[in-house]
């Protein structure tokens, strides 16, 4: 799944678990369910962290990414819940 990875929290969530639809959808190579409903990301600065799909939205993904704005997309698709 993963191509790259910059996600902004304009994207939009998967519609189904495992969903690619081209390169401009950052978010879908991280929001997915996968091991115990969730992935294991690995920081740059070596932290690894288990992250369920829903919480794609609010990590601190690169400098420019605002936490704190980081509103969550309206209508999760029932998968993420």
Do not use: C, T
Request: glycine share 8%; charged share 20%.
């Amino acid at each position: 799944m993963w191509r790259g990875g910059g996600p902004y929290r304009e994207d939009m969530p998967p519609n189904f678990n495992g969903e690619w639809i081209g390169a401009n959808a950052e978010m879908h190579h991280f929001a997915m369910a996968r091991h115990d409903k969730g992935v294991s990301l690995l920081f740059f600065d070596s932290l690894v962290r288990f992250s369920r799909p829903k919480d794609s939205w609010v990590l601190p993904w690169h400098q420019k990414y605002n936490v704190n704005a980081a509103a969550q997309p309206v209508g999760f698709p029932d998968w993420m819940n």
